[in-house]
């Protein structure tokens, strides 16, 4: 009897590969062509499989760039709640991705919340700076 994987399980390994490799070129290929991302920044949804790529990899590089990990993982049968810390210019940050993924394993909606407030002060200075020299 083979085991059933869940869209949540396909597409969190796939994520935590991506993640792992620290390579926003992995990106495109784990989002929908119709995908939303959520920013804690941003007042409206960024929609699209670029657009959403585009945001996560700034992500990847601002959030990497300090001690990053997942300290908990909520698992549903098509999402996937993720709580993660990691340390910028001293300040700790906490946060939590909130992932849903299509029956493929491929990211629908992704949904980013941070904490405290001097954390989303820093992460979004970075951020912006990025995404700026990025244009």
Excluded: C
Aim: hydrophobic share 50%.
């Amino acid at each position: 009897m083979s085991e059933i994987v869940t869209p949540a399980q396909l597409g969190l390994s796939r994520w935590h590969q991506a993640l792992a490799g620290r390579d926003p070129k992995a990106l495109p290929a784990l989002i929908a062509a119709e995908a939303v991302f959520h920013s804690p920044v941003v007042h409206t949804p960024q929609v699209g499989r670029a657009l959403v790529a585009g945001y996560l990899g700034a992500a990847f590089h601002v959030l990497g760039s300090g001690p990053f990990r997942y300290v908990r993982e909520l698992v549903g049968h098509d999402q996937a709640v993720l709580e993660f810390e990691t340390e910028l210019d001293g300040t700790l940050v906490n946060g939590i991705d909130w992932i849903r993924w299509d029956a493929a394993g491929q990211i629908v909606d992704f949904k980013v919340l941070l904490r405290p407030a001097r954390a989303l002060s820093v992460v979004q200075a970075r951020m912006a700076a990025l995404l700026e020299a990025g244009r």
